[in-house]
């Protein structure tokens, strides 16, 4: 399964498919019958159809053009050969400055792809590059584009460095004229360029701040997918800088700085719906460097227990059934004005259309918020429904039903909480369920169609938010699985099924670390079963052929760390662009060595609920105060350190020592069943809706 | 240079956050360092800012500070601080003397293996003094893999993991006992026991047990369909 780590420019680069004639090796020259200037018809169509759509900020035909058009007029006319040049299109295109940077960068991406791109052409695009970015962190940019072709500038930018690492390492069979080459243009592609380019990009464009404001409900951005429907606004900018989020990280792990990547990551939350999903590249490569780089900081499987430390950052659900038939809110404006609050507390409202910021008063024992700790075991938060009486704007009723169950100890007065309530809306009628549960009424608008939905809320902790290697993998395999197929036809394919099963790689070394029970979803087991098992039997055995199986897997997996530093130009001549991949190698290794004696002690603690440390010691065949060492060692490898430097544990088999005894406690593997429900309800909810629609004459 | 420390690492944090790819600042970070050293602070975000700044400049790597920078990496366990460090420091720097035998203690550690480690650590006093503070900090991680692992630990078990014996024991168990809710039991035999804070750790019955539990997100999902 594992190819050799030979980055190879150009013949081995399988990110899009290969046309089956092309096959140059490196520095490839055009074919004799190449003119630049000269242009076809169809290109001529195409570049004056896609100047004229971008200048009319038609977002859709440009995607079409980008992803369709430009793919197909490769495939047929350009298979060997670059486009024509972009003096020779200008003149179509009112010899537009930006759009000429954008058809070069679209220019050189298809020498990457289809063609070997000679050292000049590396330097070009690079100069490319920065006067692209230059315009748009000047500001000036009024165009909106596809985040599809956004995405692949940051995702090719950073392609390109880090294919241009691996070419100037590999000075062994350079010639005098290469090499004078690198020597005259040491400042193409420096890595000190691309992280301030990436970092620049983040910084002008506020994106940082503009998530922040998000997660307040102060704007819409994952709304709306980053586009200005409205406004008209540029998004590029703002999207560049949050892809160039997911860029650094990828930069931080070609470099092997994990905890930095993770750190430029964090503005993004990988446990909600966001922007980083709508193109699938994006989502794909953030989840892998995410996962790579929780890896290598040890982090297989945390659980974090608090979101943000933030109070009133907790929101709850209720489960509703209506006594009549309901339809759903869509105009969530009219609503909001509607629930006027009495203190902003941040509580959030779950609907099919996303989390919705909902604000009312809810008083606690001494109607402080701020501390966690305090807070009694409480959530009133309603679903919003709305019959229309007719299709007038305002002609709906909503009710919000709600239910909240008290559990004692709470020493706060019953009518305390209600009073709060009827003051924010009117009229409130409060009648008492069984349990201890209390339901109010409220109507905002009287109807003849008088209509509740009966709510209860439940107890809530806070929102669990499991972030971890394991967890992120199994998610994102679970998503390739189930949608590569409408993918198919795309050019980034191969490139989705190459990273598909690197991280099925990674997924088989985090599981023979760290064995987990439950967090794995069954089709991804199967899939893993089907094409580690003999590996991950090997590697939990601990002898050499296990390192050796690691050692494959993880060259098979990782990404392809760089070099940064300038080469040094002078004899002796050598190819070390694989010292950064043998360096982290080595250091994986040995960790995993570390690791040696863990397993087996492992599978003697399974046997057993209490044993001695003597006993244990004959056992592994090792004396006492080794034993010792070992137990301290597996308790130390189990316990990972959080960003916040609390300590999680991640060992499905744990003890603790009482003098001489050790007692093991396991955590029980549940059955998955509640998962297999869940996705068989909202299966059949979604065909029922289909059905639904069916009109029957 | 009649900078108050509070000043100096203000800037520097502010520097590393907002500008961290500037080969320009490098001397300010190789100075932050050496303020950490005495001052017994640490910052690792400054710190692999630094690495990185050696990694593409290897030129102005200094030995001396990056043993430092492991130093305190190291008394920051159990955060894997030092593995971290050393995946940006090239193979030929760490082919240095002193940066092996950091990289045997830190061995020592991960694997637990206190005996050899401060037998390793006494061999290298000239290496390791330069950091003030650093016995305390390795003990305060012993004792936190302890409290991991142990309810009840015998007086010979903590006075190997620690590296403290006779009347220097009987002080710090006695420092512990008044401050941190260490307990002494009698064990077996006439040997002493340590009986340490109870925490989710070494008391499984305070662990939260997630074995029922589906995430509640999950559940949420149905919510709109039970209506």
Redesign the interface.
């Known amino acids: 399964m594992a190819s050799s780590y030979d980055y190879d420019d150009g013949s081995l680069d399988t990110r899009y498919a290969r046309p089956p004639s092309s096959g140059q090796g490196g520095g490839g020259a055009a074919e004799l019958s190449y003119d630049p200037n000269f242009v076809p018809d169809s290109v001529k169509t195409f570049v004056v159809h896609l100047y004229r759509h971008i200048r009319e900020k038609n977002v859709y035909e440009i995607h079409q053009m980008y992803e369709g058009s430009f793919q197909r007029l490769s495939d047929r006319m350009f298979r060997e050969n670059p486009w024509p040049s972009v003096e020779a299109i200008a003149p179509y295109v009112d010899n537009d400055h930006v759009f000429c940077l954008l058809y070069r960068e679209m220019w050189f991406r298809h020498v990457y792809a289809r063609l070997a791109p000679t050292g000049q052409q590396r330097v070009e695009s690079w100069d490319n590059y920065c006067s692209l970015f230059g315009v748009v962190l000047h500001g000036v940019v009024s165009m909106q584009l596809p985040n599809q072709w956004l995405w692949d500038m940051v995702d090719e930018f950073v392609y390109q460095f880090q294919s241009y690492c691996q070419y100037r390492a590999k000075l062994k069979n350079k010639t005098e004229e290469e090499l004078q080459f690198l020597r005259q243009y040491d400042q193409a592609w420096n ?2 360029g691309v ?2 380019y990436l ?1 620049a990009l983040v910084e002008k464009s506020s994106i940082v701040d503009i998530l922040e404001r998000e997660k307040e409900g102060l704007e819409q951005f994952t709304a709306t997918d980053g586009y200005d429907y409205e406004g008209g606004t540029s998004n590029v900018l703002k999207m560049l800088g949050y892809y160039s989020m997911i860029g650094l990280l990828r930069v931080h792990c070609l ?6 990547g993770l ?1 430029c990551l964090a503005p993004i939350d990988i446990s909600q719906q966001g922007v980083y999903m709508i193109v699938i590249g994006s989502h794909i490569s953030t989840i892998y460097h995410y996962g790579f780089a929780n890896l ?3 982090r297989l499987a945390l ?1 974090s ?1 608090r979101v943000d430390g933030r109070p009133g950052k907790v929101f709850g ?6 006594t009549k038939k ?1 339809v ?1 809110a869509t105009n969530w404006e009219n609503w909001q004005a509607l629930l006027c609050p009495a203190r902003k507390t941040g509580w959030f409202c ?3 259309s996303g989390r919705l910021p909902i604000s009312f008063a809810v008083p606690s024992r001494n109607t402080d918020m701020s501390n966690d700790a305090d807070r009694p075991n409480l959530i009133g938060v309603s ?1 919003l ?1 709305a019959v229309p009486k007719s299709m007038a704007k305002f002609d709906w009723t909503c009710s919000i039903h709600l239910s909240i169950y008290l559990s004692p100890p709470i020493d706060m007065s019953l009518w305390n909480l209600l009073g709060v309530y009827r003051s924010a809306w009117r009229p409130v009628n409060w009648r008492p369920l069984s349990g201890g549960a209390v339901s109010g009424h409220i109507q905002t608008k009287m109807s003849e169609e008088d209509w509740l ?1 009966e709510c209860s809320a439940r107890p ?2 806070c ?2 938010r ?1 972030v971890e290697a394991i967890r992120e993998f199994n998610k994102i395999l679970l998503y390739i699985l189930k949608y590569k197929q409408y993918h198919q036809k795309s050019p980034q394919y191969d490139q989705i099924l190459k990273k598909n099963e690197q991280m099925y790689a990674l997924l088989a070394i985090c599981l023979s670390l760290c064995p987990q029970n439950n967090i794995i979803e069954e089709n991804v087991i199967i899939q893993l079963r089907d094409k580690y098992n003999e590996k991950m039997t090997k590697m939990l055995r601990y002898d050499d052929e296990a390192y050796t199986v690691y050692d494959e897997l993880f060259t098979y997996a990782c990404p392809k760390f760089i ?3 300038a080469p040094v130009l002078e004899e002796p001549l050598i190819n070390y662009n694989q ?1 950064a991949y ?3 190698l ?2 994986f290794l ?2 995993v060595k ?1 690791q040696q004696s863990l397993s087996s002690l492992r599978s003697f603690l399974k046997l057993y609920s209490a044993i001695s440390i003597g006993k244990l010691a004959a056992y592994m065949e090792v004396d006492e ?1 080794t034993m ?6 597996y ?3 189990m ?3 959080a960003s916040d ?1 609390k ?1 999680i ?1 991640n060992a499905d088999i ?7 005894i050790i ?1 093991v ?1 396991e ?2 593997p ?1 059955k998955l069943y ?2 297999y429900f ?1 996705r068989q ?2 299966k059949f ?1 979604e065909m029922i809706s289909e059905l639904d629609r069916v009109k029957l004459d | 240079m009649g900078r108050e420390p509070q000043q100096v690492s203000y800037t520097v944090e502010q520097l590393v956050s907002v500008n961290p790819y500037n080969p320009d600042i490098l001397t300010e970070l190789e100075n932050y360092v050496n303020e950490q050293v005495s001052s017994q602070t640490y910052s690792l975000d400054a710190n692999l800012c630094l690495l990185r700044l050696y990694q593409f400049d290897p030129t102005r790597l200094s030995i001396a500070i990056v043993v430092r920078i492991l130093i305190k990496a190291l008394m920051a366990m159990p955060a894997p601080d030092f593995s971290l460090c050393l995946f940006l420091i090239p193979e030929p720097v760490q082919a240095d003397e002193q940066i092996k035998t950091l990289i045997v203690l830190s061995h020592y550690l991960e694997t637990a293996r206190f005996r050899q480690f401060w037998d390793e650590a006494a061999k290298n006093h000239s290496l390791l003094e330069v950091v003030p503070g650093f016995e305390q900090a390795i003990q305060a991680y012993a004792i936190h893999v302890l409290s991991l692992s142990y309810q009840k630990v015998p007086r010979p078990v903590l006075a190997e993991t620690i590296n403290i014996e006779g009347l220097s024991l009987d002080k710090f168990i006695e420092y512990h006992v008044a401050n941190s809710g260490w307990v002494l039991e009698k064990g077996t035999g006439r040997s002493q026991l340590i009986v340490l804070p109870r925490n989710e750790f070494n008391h499984p019955g305070l662990k939260k047990n997630s074995s029922d539990g589906m995430p509640f997100e999950h559940i949420t999902r149905i919510f709109p369909v039970l209506s």
Do not use: C, W
């Open positions: 890595i000190y992280l301030n970092q470099l092997g700085d994990y905890h930095t750190k290598m900081l040890r659980r227990g659900q209720l489960a509703g059934r209506s309901s759903r779950s609907t099919r679903k429904t939905v809530v902790e929102s669990v499991y070099t940064s530093s010292d043998r360096l982290q080595k250091l040995y960790e570390q105060s010792r060492t070992i137990l301290m060692a308790k130390h490898k316990h990972s350190v430097g300590i544990p744990d003890f603790y020592i009482s003098e001489d007692h406690v955590s029980k549940s509640g998962d869940l309800i909202l909810e």
